[in-house]
């Protein structure tokens, strides 16, 4: 029976590409596992569908609609994984190594979809920081905003992780409300079009939201705009000949590079052999070098110890090492399973020769290996190889050549100086990791390495059991690095969003802004008529309704009761004469505290109705002290809504305190969880 043909997909159909099919053989047996081929696909008609269908039907969402349909893509991966993790085997890989890529995949939607709902407005716009006032009067201002780019997104991904590669890309742009079109790599394409199905079946993603490319990319490319966006996970080879496509240039297409890395892991000069740094670092490197058979975009390529313990992490490393085993993934005696194709083994034998110009080979012979299972003669395995050089400082290839498989070089340094400047010969990094129980050379590395690491994990005693290691990006932190790594970052929350949004400055009246953004801005048009606006539920409550409080004059028996009550018996509010010496003072004020709390007495309505909680305060300034005598009052505008289920949502009110003469006393913005 011939090996099933991989289909893509393409504006809503599943097709198979007409002729010239490409056989993707087994990492563990060398058997055809899939047959592909794009050809005669019609790849602009692909860039038009997305742009006319699949980016109009996202962009009717909201920002928390969105995050809803990666949460269903997340749940159905779940539930259909087992069917993955079959495929993943066929990679190469073992079940640890398919978590990170299918679970770690789901968990990566999940993340973000939580990121979306809590950091992202239910709305189509995202405001980019406080607006900027431009004009004494305050009549005309700026506010910075996030709208979706117009074009599609297109995906072209790395062999090593076929469903995590896809998803941690598809997350941040499927949630920014733009289209994808995900290009797998060959190799493992099967598994990317596995997950891929699995949610399209949800029938969650709108028509054109995503697009599959089984093969080769054609004339694609000539045919993208300056509102697409080319994100692209592979070799610096790749990268560079893409970027350099004339489209690209001539239209200033938005293009994100994720490229090779030789990641560095630094023992400190603290952590000797009696410490508990010394055996994590040890156990990470040989995690690292055997994790996914090396082949990890962050994995450990150079392992950089002080001078005088080479000797002992060179044994305690061969140590470890020795107690991999090789072979057949699902065997569950295999710690290390095969290379993705005999050509990346093949590559990695030759990267290994070049390093070994100038290093030896301490471990591992990369011609010889045993294995559990598998075809030792069609399969891809290797042995782990661990290098020793003794010269980084002199040597170049140490520092320039990734050999993407389960290698790594073991290297010296003199004194702290030198580390990071052996770290930074990487020319630019996804990732390093320092082993330090000493946070002054933490925060020597932080500012002598940060320019050159995307990331930077600090792992000690204190944190080890619950650090998620240096080989893990997490969609909460930036992934990507400077110069050699491609100089592109992925991920990191809200930050990931906007790499597929426009940022634009908004100019105009306040309430023209208020009308842009749905958020109330100071100046803009109020409404203070009845009813008060805690009698009103979550969505009868108008952005802009108001209630001016009548005034309540503070006097010296409100101060002291209230230091009495409290405890607050602060000088500023007891002490005339102290309080006059400070310089902010006239003399004995008002605590703070009291000021908020008679601002709630004056605003609050006291009934039970939609108000069901005070959630919390932000941006709290007391700009004005208030000596006893004087008159506050205060002005509470609902300013923002956000939903957050069916029963009650977050409305943000502006809060502005002021006194007799109409002076600023305190301003705030008051957070209330209201029912639906
Ligand atoms: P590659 O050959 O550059 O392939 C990467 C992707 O580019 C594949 O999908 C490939 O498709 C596609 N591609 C190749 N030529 C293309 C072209 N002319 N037009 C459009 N697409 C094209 O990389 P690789 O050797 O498979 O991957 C290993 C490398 O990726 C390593 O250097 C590793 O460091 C790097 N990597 C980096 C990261 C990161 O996040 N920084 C992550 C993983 C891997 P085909 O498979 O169909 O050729």
């Not at 030896?360 to 042995?383: C, L, Q, T, Y």
């Not at 006059?580 to 008002?590: D, E, M, Y």
């Amino acid at each position: 029976m011939s090996a099933p043909i991989l289909k893509n997909f393409v504006a809503g159909k599943w097709v198979e590409g007409m002729g010239g099919l490409v056989e993707i053989a087994s990492a563990v047996t060398g058997e055809t596992v899939a047959q592909t081929s794009s050809a005669g696909l019609d790849f602009k008609a692909m860039l038009d569908h997305a742009r006319t269908v699949g980016g109009p039907a996202l962009r009717k969402l909201t920002f928390h609609d969105r995050a809803y349909i990666l949460k269903d893509l997340g749940k159905a991966i779940m539930e259909c994984k087992e069917e993955l993790y079959k495929l993943n085997f066929q990679t190469g890989a073992t079940r640890k190594d398919g978590w990170i890529d299918i679970e770690g995949g789901a968990g990566t939607l999940f993340a973000m979809s939580s990121t979306g709902r809590r950091h992202l407005p239910d709305d189509k716009i995202f405001m980019d920081g406080p607006a900027e006032q431009i004009s004494r009067e305050g009549s005309f201002m700026g506010q910075h905003i996030y709208t979706p780019r117009h074009g599609v997104a297109v995906h072209i991904n790395a062999f090593n992780f076929p469903v995590w590669g896809m998803l941690e890309k598809l997350a941040p742009t499927l949630l920014a409300g733009v289209p994808a079109i995900v290009k797998p790599a060959t190799n493992t394409a099967y598994l990317a079009e596995a997950a891929l199905r699995i949610m399209v079946e949800t029938g969650r993603l709108p028509d054109g939201a995503v697009q599959l490319i089984v093969g080769s990319v054609g004339d694609l490319f000539d045919h993208l705009t300056g509102q697409d966006t080319v994100s692209f996970t592979g070799s610096a080879q790749t990268a560079s000949k893409l970027k350099n496509h004339p489209r690209i240039t001539s239209q200033s297409v938005r293009f994100v590079a994720e490229q090779d890395s030789l990641n560095a892991s630094v023992l400190g000069p603290d952590a000797t052999p009696d410490t508990p740094e010394f055996d994590l670092f040890i156990k990470e490197v040989v995690r690292e070098m055997t994790v996914k058979a090396g082949q990890k975009c962050t994995a450990i390529r150079r392992a950089i110890v002080p001078m005088d313990l080479l000797g002992a992490a060179e044994d305690a490393l061969k140590a470890r090492l020795a107690k991999i085993t090789v072979g057949d993934p699902a065997n569950d005696d295999v710690r290390m399973g095969a290379l993705v194709s005999q050509a990346q083994r093949d590559d990695v034998r030759d990267k290994i020769a070049i390093l070994a110009n100038e290093s030896e080979i301490v471990f591992g012979d990369p011609h010889k290996v045993e294995v559990i299972g598998g075809d030792i003669n069609r399969g891809a395995f290797i042995s782990p190889v661990l290098l020793r050089c003794d010269n980084p400082q002199s040597a170049v290839n140490v520092h320039e050549v990734e050999a993407f498989g389960p290698v790594s070089t073991l290297m010296p340094y003199n004194d702290l100086d030198d580390a990071i400047a052996l770290c930074n010969r990487g020319e630019g990094s996804l990732v390093m990791s320092l082993f330090t129980h000493d946070g002054q050379i933490a925060r020597d590395f932080a500012l002598g390495a940060g320019a050159y690491h995307g990331r930077i994990a600090i792992i000690n005693r204190d944190s080890a059991k619950e650090s998620t290691g240096h080989g893990s990006p997490l969609p909460v932190l930036v992934h990507g690095g400077p110069g050699r790594a491609g100089g592109g970052e992925e991920l990191g929350g809200v930050r990931g969003v906007k790499h597929y949004m426009q940022r634009t400055a908004i100019q105009g009246s306040p309430a023209i802004i208020t009308g842009v953004t749905n958020s109330w801005m100071k100046g803009a048009e109020t409404d203070a008529s009845a009813p008060h606006p805690f009698r009103l539920k979550f969505g009868d409550l108008n952005i802009g309704k108001t209630i001016e409080t009548k005034p309540r004059t503070i006097t010296l028996d409100d101060i002291e009761h209230f230091a009495e009550f409290t405890g607050d018996n602060f000088y500023a509010h007891m002490d005339d004469e102290a309080a006059k010496a400070n310089p902010f003072f006239p003399g004995r004020v008002a605590h703070g505290y009291l000021i908020l709390s008679f601002a709630a007495g004056l605003f609050v309505d006291p009934a039970p109705g939609p108000v069901l909680a005070n959630y919390g305060l932000d941006e709290l300034r007391f700009l004005t002290p208030v000596p006893a005598g004087d008159t506050i009052k205060v002005r509470l505008t609902a300013k923002s809504k956000k939903k957050r289920n069916d029963e009650y949502g977050e409305v943000r009110w502006d809060v502005l305190v002021t006194n007799q003469d109409d002076e600023a006393v305190a301003s705030y913005d008051l957070l209330t969880m209201n029912a639906i």
